[in-house]
C-alpha cells in the first residue's frame, strides 16, 4: 500500500491533469450549459488550481486575492457560453505549450495534451459557436476517444521534476498560433463556400509548411544563421543596443579605479536611454523624476529608475538585465581590489618571511662567533678581535639589505656583483667555520647578489645546524664558472634528508627540526624569477648536496 501511494505521489501532476480534462471534456459533451455541466464546470477549475504551474504550491492566496478568484469562477461558470470555453481553452493551450519540458516522457504527456485540448477547441467549441454542420458520427467517434485519452496520461513515467516551469514567449506564441488557425479556417469556409473540415484542412497544411520553412531557414545547417541571430539579438536588444551597453559598461570598469566611481559613472549612463528619465542612488537624484518609477537593487543597495513611459513586460526584464550587468562589473571591480590587496600583503609576507629567515640565519652566525670568543678567550695574540673586525661590518650590510627589502617588499632585489668578487667575501665571512671551499672558476660572470647570498647562506646555516646534531659532518661548497654556466654546491657529509620533506622542500614550507623550512621554498622562488635552478642534487647518507645553477646562453 504504501508503494502505491508513492507512485501517486510521484504522478500527482498527471493525474490532476487528466482529472482537469476529464472535467472539461465531460462539461462541454454532457448537456452544455446544464447543471452537470455547471458542477463539471466547477469541479475543472478545482484540478486546474492544484495543476496550474504559475504559482508555486506553497504559496497563500491573500483573502483578497482567494475571494477574487472564487467570484471569477462563479461569474464564469454562471454566464458560460461557447466563447468562453473558446478563450478559456486558448489560455490553458497558452499554459501547456508554454511549458519548459525536461524528459522524453513529459514530451509524450504533453503532446497528447496539445492534441485533446486542441480538438476539443477546433472540433467541438468552434463548430457550436457558429452552428457549422459536422457529422454526427464521427463526433460521437471523437468524444469516445477524447474521454479515453485524460486515463491514459498517469501511465507515463513522471520526470525528475514536476514543477516545470512556463516560458511566457512560447505560451503567448502557442495562443496566438491556435486562435489564428480556428479564426483562419472559418474565413476560408466563409470566402471558399467549403465545408468546414475542408477550410480546416487547408489550413492546417498552410501553417504546418509555413513552420517547416521557418524551421528550415533558422536551421544552423541551412546556413541562415544570421537569421536566429537577428532573432537572440532582438529580444536582447529591447530599449538599448545590448553589445554597446557591454562594450561602455566595460570600458567605464577600465576607465575607473574604484569600484564606488565605476557604479556612480555606470547609473549616470542610463540617462543616456531614450525612456530612462533619471535615476536616483545614495540619495543622489540625476535627471528629472517622473511619476513611473523601477526600484531595484545593486549590492543591497535600492536604486530607483524614473521612466518616461510606464514599464511592463519585457522591457522590465530588460531593465533589471541591465541593472544585473552593472552589478556583476561592480563586484568584479571590488574583487579586483580585493585581490590587490591580496597580491600586496601576499608579497609582504613572502618578503618578510625571507628576511626573517636571513635575520637568523645571521644570528645563528653571531651565536657560532660567540662560541668561538668564548673559547678563544685565553688567548692574547688579538685573534679574537681580528675576527669581530672581519664578520661584524658584514652582519651590519646584511642587515642593512633587510631593512631596505621590508622599505619596499614588491620589488625584487636583482643588484649584481661579480662571480669572483662574491666567492672572495664569502669566503672571508665563513672561513672560521671549518668549512672547505673549492671553485673551478674560468669565467667572472655577473650574478645577483642577494640570490647568491641569501641561498648560500640558508644552505650553509643549515648544515652548521646539522653539524650541531652530528658533530662529525664536513661541509664543503664548490663554485664552478665555465662555458656561460655557473653552478653553487653545498654538500654536507650528514644523513639523508627524508624522502616525505624532499619532495616538497621547493614547491612550499615544511615543518623540520633542522631549519630546512620556508628558507629554501622562498630560495628556489626566487631563484626561478632571476633565471636559475635551485635543486636537491643528491640525497643520500654522507653526501646531501644542494646545487644552484644557470646556463647563460639559455635565457
Given at each position: 500500500m504504501?508503494?502505491?501511494f508513492?507512485?501517486?505521489s510521484?504522478?500527482?501532476?498527471y ?15 454532457a448537456?452544455?450549459?446544464g447543471?452537470?455541466s ?5 469541479i475543472?477549475f ?12 506553497d ?29 478559456w481553452?486558448?489560455?490553458i493551450l ?6 519548459v ?12 495534451v ?19 454542420a ?20 498517469p ?37 471558399t463556400g ?6 480546416l484542412?487547408?489550413?492546417l ?23 536566429s541571430q ?10 538599448t ?6 562594450h561602455e ?28 528619465a533619471g535615476?536616483?542612488w ?13 526600484t ?5 543597495q535600492?536604486?530607483e529608475?524614473?521612466?518616461n513611459v ?10 533589471k ?6 552589478e556583476y562589473f ?9 585581490l ?7 608579497a ?7 628576511i626573517?629567515h ?18 678563544d678567550?685565553?688567548?692574547?695574540d688579538?685573534?679574537s678581535?681580528q675576527?669581530l ?35 672572495r667575501?664569502?669566503k672571508?665571512?665563513y ?8 671553485d673551478?672558476?674560468?669565467?667572472d ?13 640558508n644552505?650553509v646555516e ?8 652530528e ?14 654556466y655557473?653552478?653553487?654546491e653545498v ?5 639523508a ?36 635552478q635551485?635543486m ?5 647518507d654522507g653526501?646531501?648536496?644542494f646545487?644552484?645553477?644557470k ?5
Amino acid at each position: 500500500m504504501t508503494n502505491f501511494f508513492n507512485i501517486l505521489s510521484k504522478r500527482r501532476d498527471y493525474l490532476l491533469l487528466a482529472g482537469m480534462l476529464e472535467s472539461l471534456h465531460l462539461a462541454i459533451w454532457a448537456e452544455f450549459d446544464g447543471l452537470l455541466s455547471h458542477a463539471l464546470l466547477l469541479i475543472h477549475f478545482g484540478f486546474f488550481l492544484l495543476w496550474q504551474p504559475i504559482e508555486r504550491g506553497d504559496q497563500r492566496y491573500s483573502w483578497y486575492n482567494a475571494l477574487l478568484l472564487i467570484v471569477l469562477i462563479f461569474v464564469f461558470v454562471y454566464f458560460i457560453n461557447w466563447w468562453l470555453i473558446f478563450i478559456w481553452l486558448v489560455l490553458i493551450l497558452g499554459i501547456v505549450g508554454g511549458r519548459v519540458i525536461n524528459s522524453r516522457s513529459e514530451r509524450y504527456v504533453y503532446f497528447l495534451v496539445m492534441i485533446l485540448l486542441f480538438s476539443e477547441l477546433l472540433i467541438g467549441c468552434l463548430p457550436a459557436m457558429f452552428v457549422i454542420a459536422t457529422p454526427p458520427e464521427g463526433i460521437s467517434s471523437f468524444n469516445y476517444l477524447m474521454a479515453v485519452i485524460p486515463f491514459i496520461l498517469p501511465l507515463f513515467k513522471p520526470g525528475k521534476t514536476t514543477r516545470i516551469p512556463v516560458d511566457i514567449l512560447y505560451a503567448i506564441t502557442t495562443s496566438l498560433l491556435v486562435s489564428l488557425i480556428a479564426l483562419g479556417s472559418l474565413v476560408i469556409m466563409y470566402s471558399t463556400g467549403t465545408d468546414y473540415i475542408t477550410a480546416l484542412t487547408r489550413v492546417l497544411l498552410a501553417i504546418g509548411l509555413s513552420l517547416l520553412f521557418i524551421s528550415w531557414l533558422l536551421s544552423a545547417n541551412m546556413g541562415f544563421s544570421g537569421l536566429s541571430q537577428i532573432w537572440a539579438r532582438t529580444l536582447l536588444n529591447i530599449g538599448t543596443p545590448f553589445e554597446s551597453w557591454l562594450h561602455e559598461l566595460s570600458r567605464l570598469k577600465d576607465e575607473h579605479e574604484e569600484a564606488e566611481d565605476y557604479l556612480d559613472g555606470a547609473i549616470e549612463k542610463l540617462l543616456g536611454l531614450d525612456w530612462m528619465a533619471g535615476t536616483r542612488w545614495n540619495g543622489k537624484l540625476k535627471g528629472k523624476e517622473t511619476r513611473y518609477k523601477i526600484t531595484l537593487a545593486i549590492n543591497n543597495q535600492p536604486v530607483e529608475l524614473y521612466t518616461n513611459v510606464r514599464i511592463g513586460g519585457a522591457l522590465l526584464l530588460h531593465c533589471k538585465l541591465l541593472i544585473r550587468l552593472i552589478e556583476y562589473f561592480y563586484q568584479a571591480k571590488l574583487n579586483e581590489r580585493e585581490l590587490a590587496k591580496q597580491a600586496h600583503l601576499q608579497a609582504i609576507y613572502e618578503t618578510g618571511a625571507r628576511i626573517t629567515h636571513d635575520i637568523k640565519n645571521l644570528l645563528q652566525s653571531m651565536h657560532s662567533m660567540i662560541t668561538i670568543l668564548q673559547a678563544d678567550t685565553d688567548r692574547t695574540d688579538g685573534t679574537s678581535l681580528q675576527i669581530l673586525k672581519k664578520q661584524f661590518p658584514y652582519f651590519i650590510q646584511r642587515l642593512e639589505q633587510a631593512v631596505n627589502k621590508l622599505q619596499s617588499p614588491e620589488q625584487l632585489v636583482t643588484d649584481e656583483i661579480l662571480l669572483y668578487d662574491w666567492w672572495r667575501e664569502f669566503k672571508n665571512h665563513y672561513r672560521s667555520f671549518e668549512i672547505e671551499f673549492t671553485d673551478d672558476l674560468e669565467e667572472d660572470l655577473p650574478i645577483p647578489y642577494d640570490l647568491f647570498n641569501s641561498v648560500a647562506e640558508n644552505l650553509v646555516e643549515n648544515a652548521i645546524t646539522k653539524r650541531m646534531v652530528e658533530p662529525d659532518t664536513n661541509i664543503r661548497l664548490l663554485l664552478r664558472s665555465r662555458n656561460s654556466y655557473v653552478s653553487l654546491e653545498v654538500s654536507d657529509s650528514g644523513h639523508a634528508i627524508p624522502a616525505e620533506i624532499a619532495d616538497k622542500l621547493f614547491s612550499e614550507p615544511v615543518s623540520s627540526d633542522n631549519g630546512l623550512g620556508i628558507g629554501l621554498y622562498q630560495a628556489a622562488r626566487q631563484a626561478r624569477v632571476i633565471g636559475y635552478q635551485l635543486m636537491l642534487s643528491s640525497n643520500r647518507d654522507g653526501k646531501v648536496t644542494f646545487t644552484l645553477e644557470k646556463r647563460f646562453d639559455q635565457t
